[in-house]
């Protein structure tokens, strides 16, 4: 009778134990798969934290092209400036020499027509 009831005892501690330990793995899955959903939710923040990272960097990239550019369009601007009045200045010059080259013609035109009056009068 001993040994019956020692044997029941054996089968039930032993049934228990299992259940016992299949809770325990069952729980320890469930754990697993929480872990794993936790793990992926960091990878998938930790990618976007990069992505925007990548993003901001590129941005600032961007950014800094554009205000090369403009300083660049600027100097262009500076420099056609320059030029267009240099080359205004220029017409101006070429115009006034050219003025002053057909005054120059007139005064020596006059003063042979003086000269030669001169020379006439002095004939008389």
């Given at each position: 009778?001993?040994?019956?009831?020692?044997?029941?005892?054996?089968?039930?501690?032993?049934?228990?134990?299992?259940?016992?330990?299949?809770?325990?793995?069952?729980?320890?899955r469930?754990?697993?798969?929480?872990?794993?959903?936790?793990d992926?939710?960091?990878?998938?923040?930790?990618?976007?934290?990069?992505?925007?990272?990548?993003?901001?960097?590129?941005?600032?990239?961007?950014?800094?092209?554009?205000?090369?550019r403009k300083?660049?369009?600027?100097?262009?601007?500076?420099?056609?400036?320059?030029?267009?009045?240099a080359?205004?200045?220029?017409?101006?010059?070429?115009?006034?020499?050219?003025?002053?080259?057909?005054?120059?013609?007139?005064?020596?035109?006059?003063?042979?027509?003086?000269?030669?009056?001169?020379?006439?009068?002095?004939?008389?």
């Amino acid at each position: 009778m001993k040994l019956m009831i020692c044997a029941v005892m054996v089968g039930g501690l032993f049934l228990s134990t299992t259940a016992i330990a299949q809770d325990q793995t069952d729980m320890s899955r469930a754990e697993y798969r929480q872990m794993d959903s936790l793990d992926a939710s960091h990878k998938n923040a930790r990618q976007q934290e990069l992505k925007l990272a990548t993003d901001k960097e590129n941005l600032d990239d961007l950014k800094e092209e554009k205000r090369e550019r403009k300083a660049a369009a600027k100097d262009a601007q500076h420099v056609e400036r320059d030029a267009t009045d240099a080359a205004r200045e220029s017409r101006i010059a070429y115009r006034t020499e050219k003025k002053a080259q057909k005054m120059r013609k007139q005064a020596d035109r006059q003063s042979e027509k003086a000269e030669r009056a001169r020379r006439h009068a002095d004939k008389n």
